[in-house]
């Protein structure tokens, strides 16, 4: 969604408007973020999208389907994952945390039966006459299990962002859609003389993106690191319920449109390239881009990108020596780079208890607790919680880990990582930061760190429409060795293609949107902190500005997130419902965004999030790229409704 277009309104409308994969949707009043979490049909009927590790897509939804038709029993349904190892994964966590709503058939039972939770994998072969275009085969890991043990499996898919990839569902189902018409053709051709069978009836109804009519560049199969191993028997499901979509073939080639043109898309032959690109944005050696930069030049070629040399590699924008490409790691979301940075130094190391340090982001703290010894949790991120910390190491007790967010999401606190540091480094324990809220435009919080991850998905796409994660050592580290020497043992690149491309292509400009939004931030923050109807604002330049300032690069900011509260319940929803803004899940979007969020991430735990500060009436706004004027006028309008 370009930042100067009128955002949606409609309850359950993808944010951008018209975009297959948007990672956002439609919630414009306060009593629409209620009725969502209380599951109200009013709200959830009407929801095309959702933030994708909370609602699962679409497409996925209906390659579940196709999959339940061929495997489940009628007592089952099941979940998708990209490798045999998240199924594994998943199983473990249903078998530990499940119990069924059915007690046992007999009183005496003393234990609760262990649930039957079966995998499966189905290969998805290309016909031929498509199979040098595009991803070619592709093999789905299934997981089936009791119905009554979905929520689970779904909390599973929620906390370690393993699922499938929306654009991998998409190009299965039309894949399956082509067999099956081809198959169907062939019939029709068979009895043509006998029974005449109309054109409209035999017209292919997959998406014209994937058809050979596509401008792309004709590439092997052999070229992909997406290219998967399993069983190659061509199977495909004998129903194909929900596939269909002649009738609104209209407007799904002007979603894929739009989507295109904003996104910037490539062929798919570009995958690899894309994410060595990645790699290296992110390591940061790559410097300032300009000279490939032009995003919407559809000839560009990763190749310059790939192939320059790194002027004094040793030093990067990162501030760390030696860190290169080789020490970044890719992951389908934000939270799954949490997760494998958590599962990685549980194999490695002796196990024992994690710190989450801060008020996080809800499901890195339920990383913590559910796999593994479980963690302490300083919710308040605090000088006296560093104080706590400390007793707790002279008392003997080993800690694994410290995971904490620079700056915290939603109240904007930095955590000290000077102190830190020094007790990581006398008690020899690990520091990982999130750096998605912060960002390295913004701070330098690496050299601090042993492991340090970020949301792609955020500012460092913008576009809201592809889901993304990193993870990046620091090679001055301790355990640097170990730590990389256990991620190569285990790690799997499970980036689909075609996200790799968005991420790459959205992420050339980065630099510069973020110092516009940081602009933008600073001026509406200082705006509404003069502002007698608001209670505090949360932002990095109000909140620990003393630490933050430690940390922040000369020409950075303090970011594009900020948080609101009000005097009373009813002043935030007034001044909520009255925000002519995007209004929905997520941040770091190249439009603004704002959302009830603790009505969001702690519905069912609000008394439990107030106790560290994090009220029901907190309004947390993410700040784009939109003309100051414009912003300062449409928060006006917010105020103004507060009576």
Known sequence: MPSNSSPPTEIGCPIPA???????????????????????????????????????????????????????????????????????????????????????????????????????????????????????????????????????????????????????????????????DEQYSITD??????????????????????????????????????????????????????????????????????????????????????KIALRRRIAGVLGIEDQYSNKNDDHDNLDDVINRKVENACVTERGVNGVTEDDVFLFPSGMSSIFHAHRYILSGFLPSKSICFGFPYIDTLKILEKFGPGCH??????????????????????????????????????????????????????????????????????????????????????????????LVLNPQRKHYGKLKQLIKQDYEDLVWGEDAIFLERNSRNFRDRILKINENTEELCDFLSKSPKVKKVYYPKYITPEIYSQYKIEKGGYGGLFSLTFYSSKASQQFFDALPIAKGPSLGTNFTLACPYTILAHYLELDWAAKFGVEAGLVRVSVGLENKEKLLEGFQKGLDSIK
Request: proline content about 7%; hydrophobic content about 30%.
């Open 18 to 180: 018209n975009t297959p994969h948007a990672i956002s949707v439609t919630l414009p009043t306060w009593q629409d973020n209620i009725d969502y979490e209380e599951a109200v049909d009013r709200v959830v009927s009407r929801m095309e999208c959702g933030y994708p590790r909370f609602f699962i897509h679409p497409q996925i939804k209906k390659l579940i389907t196709v999959c339940d038709q061929k495997f489940a029993k009628s007592t089952e349904t099941s979940l998708l994952f990209p490798s045999r190892k998240p199924t594994q994964r998943c199983r473990d966590f249903i078998h530990r945390y499940y119990k069924p709503t059915t007690p046992p058939l007999t009183s005496s039972s003393l234990h609760t039966p262990t649930p039957c939770v079966r995998l499966a994998e189905i290969t998805v072969i290309p016909p031929d006459k498509i199979k040098s275009s595009f991803h070619g085969s592709v093999t789905l890991y299934v997981v089936l299990f009791p119905k009554d043990a979905f929520p689970i499996a779904k909390s599973y898919w929620q906390h370690t962002g393993e699922g499938l990839s929306s654009r991998c569902a998409e190009y299965c189902l039309h894949i399956m859609q082509a067999k099956h």
């Open 189 to 274: 051709n068979y009895n043509e003389k006998s029974t005449p069978v109309s054109a409209s009836s035999r017209k292919h109804t997959f998406h014209k993106r994937y058809s050979l009519n596509t401008q792309i560049s004709n590439i092997s199969r052999d070229s992909f690191s997406n290219e998967v191993t399993g069983p190659r028997s061509p199977t495909s499901p004998t129903s194909f319920t929900g596939l269909t979509s002649t009738d609104k073939s209209a407007t799904v080639e002007e979603n894929y449109y739009v989507e295109e043109r904003y996104g910037r898309n490539l062929p798919i032959s570009f995958a690899d390239k894309a």
């Open 377 to 470: 949790f300083y919710g308040n991120g605090s000088t006296e919680d560093i104080d706590h910390i400390t007793d707790l190491l002279e008392s003997g007790e080993k800690i694994l880990a410290l995971f904490c967010e620079f700056p915290s999401n939603p109240l904007c606190k930095s955590p000290d990582l000077k102190r830190l540091r020094l007790l990581a480094d006398k008690y020899d324990f690990l520091i990982v930061i999130d750096e998605t809220i912060g960002n390295f435009v913004n701070v330098g919080v690496l050299e601090w760190a042993d492991v340090l991850v970020s949301s792609l998905t955020k500012i460092f796409s913008g576009d809201s429409n592809v889901m993304g994660g990193g």
